[in-house]
């Protein structure tokens, strides 16, 4: 069976996170195959809706923005009240500021994870997908890695993560709850913020740059494009729950690269050569780096007939080709490092 992208019917499905990087591209994939979107954006004084703010009028004319917390359970209840599905992907992810402030990282990624688990069995609703991470397996103890993989936090982030996993299994197990979980591996593309090394790579070159500094380029990812992971969400979210609910799955490309290659593809990509720096904020602490994902996918092939469409090549090409427009590029910092 491949996945087809099929048209879903016009029920409201509603997205935690939907102002972000992997948000805004799931919210564009939902609405092109037929959806209304209710979309959380956290609340602020200045009026943004993030990401949101730069999708097209015709994609946001299916979308109603709440501006709320998902920390807060009043905020979440309201958001999925009468939606047929919620894609919660609302989390800080950053990792190296999981560091600085473990406590916001437990109370957004885990306890707003229970806020969302709490409102669905509450509501009833009839499906919930949650957003993991690659992360939770630490440096892999085998390849490619399977769901079936030991958990390793290796550092707050991934901590909270597991945690938030866990909860999402238990809900499934002591409450019926249906819960299908999510695992993305690297994923990139337009929008994504600049601590991510491919985004950080592309824009310092996008700048100008000859010399870029980055951290450890020994490490080895599994990069998914934004479109492909988006895709991945649509597949859990629309396939029969008896193929999906109470399961965890795996998206990525199986394709293993180190980050030093990576470096290498892009500035070909982009027709430059660059230098690399070490910039020592940038490097984990030696026994929180992740050294190797490699992801096994064939669980969600086999239950939705998802895979990969894009190539690393290709989808390095459309990156590189967003960045360097100069308004995407300024809405960057690219002369110092993003936390």
């Known amino acids: 069976m491949e996945f087809s992208g099929a048209v879903m019917t016009a029920d409201t499905v509603a997205v935690t996170g939907a102002e972000g990087f992997i948000g805004s591209h799931l919210v564009e994939a939902l609405v092109a195959r037929g959806a209304r979107v209710r979309a959380m954006a956290q609340y602020n004084s200045f009026g943004s809706w993030g990401w949101l703010d730069t999708l097209s009028p015709e994609v946001m004319a299916q979308v109603e923005v709440v501006l709320g917390d998902v920390r807060d359970p009043a905020s979440v209840l309201g958001l999925m009240r009468d939606a047929s599905v919620v894609y919660h992907l609302a989390a800080l992810i950053a990792i190296p500021y999981s560091y600085q402030a473990p406590l916001s990282y437990l109370e957004t990624n885990a306890r707003g994870t229970l806020n969302v688990l709490e409102a ?7 499906r919930v997908v949650h957003t993991s991470t690659s992360e939770v397996y630490g440096t892999a103890q085998s390849v ?27 809900y499934h197990l002591s409450f019926e709850l249906p819960v299908v979980t999510l695992r993305p591996f690297n994923t990139y593309g337009p929008r994504q913020s600049a601590r991510a090394v491919i985004p950080a790579v592309v824009s310092q070159i996008a700048a100008g740059r000859d010399t870029i500094t980055l951290g450890s380029l020994t490490p080895t990812r599994d990069f998914n494009f934004a479109s492909d992971t988006a895709a991945a969400f649509v597949a859990v979210g629309t396939a029969p729950a008896s193929l999906v609910v109470g399961r965890v799955f795996n998206a990525g490309s199986g394709r293993e690269i180190s980050v030093g290659d990576v470096v290498r593809l892009i500035a070909d990509t982009m027709g430059r050569e660059v230098r690399v720096a070490e910039d020592a904020q940038r490097i984990r602490p030696e026994a929180s780096e992740v050294q190797r994902l490699l992801a096994d996918s064939s669980r969600l092939h086999a239950a939705t007939g998802w895979k990969p469409e894009s190539t690393l090549e290709n989808g390095l090409r459309i990156t590189a080709e967003w960045f360097c427009d100069a308004g995407n590029l300024a809405r960057y910092k690219t002369t110092g490092y993003t936390v």
């Open 144 to 170: 490619p890695i399977s769901e079936d993989h030991p958990l390793q936090a290796q550092s707050p982030y991934a901590a909270s993560k597991v945690a938030a996993d866990k909860f999402a299994e238990s």
């Open 120 to 126: 669905a069995r509450a509501l009833a609703t009839p």
